[in-house]
């Protein structure tokens, strides 16, 4: 089970840190990903880390802004927002997949297990 949380309502600029919290499974083979949905638009691929070795993979334009971390303690990853933008309002979903290959990181039908989204909203 994965839990998504960290959304909220905050202004242009402004940094937020989403949380996605795994329960009840091991992740030793898992790829963890971020992806996101605005309204009227298709789920489009944020990042994704490797659980094991922290390999990672970023939609190019984000990655000057979005970091994605994991604690191995807390079985936690996070995803850092910052220098938000009006654009990234959306409903941000975490998703594990297991032993995906780098290609398929972006690649949402690749994940089998997705959490229930959080929303973010950046205000102008």
């Known amino acids: 089970q994965l839990q998504a949380f960290g959304g909220g309502l905050v202004q242009a600029g402004d940094s937020l840190r989403l949380s996605c919290t795994a329960s009840?499974?091991?992740?030793?083979?898992?790829?963890i990903g971020w992806f996101r949905q605005a309204p009227g638009k298709e789920r489009e691929f944020v990042v994704a880390?490797?659980?094991?070795?922290?390999?990672?993979a970023y939609e190019a334009s984000l990655k000057d802004r979005f970091t994605i971390s994991r604690d191995i303690s807390k079985k936690t990853v996070y995803l850092q927002m910052n220098s938000l933008k009006p654009e990234d309002t959306a409903v941000y979903y975490c998703?594990?997949?297991?032993?995906?290959?780098?290609?398929?990181?972006?690649?949402?039908?690749?994940?089998?297990?997705w959490g229930q989204g959080t929303q973010v909203t950046v205000s102008s």
């Open positions: 009840g499974r091991t992740l030793s083979d898992k790829v």
């Open positions: 998703a594990a997949g297991s032993r995906l290959i780098y290609s398929m990181f972006g690649v949402a039908s690749s994940y089998a297990y």
């Open positions: 880390i490797r659980w094991n070795g922290g390999t990672t």
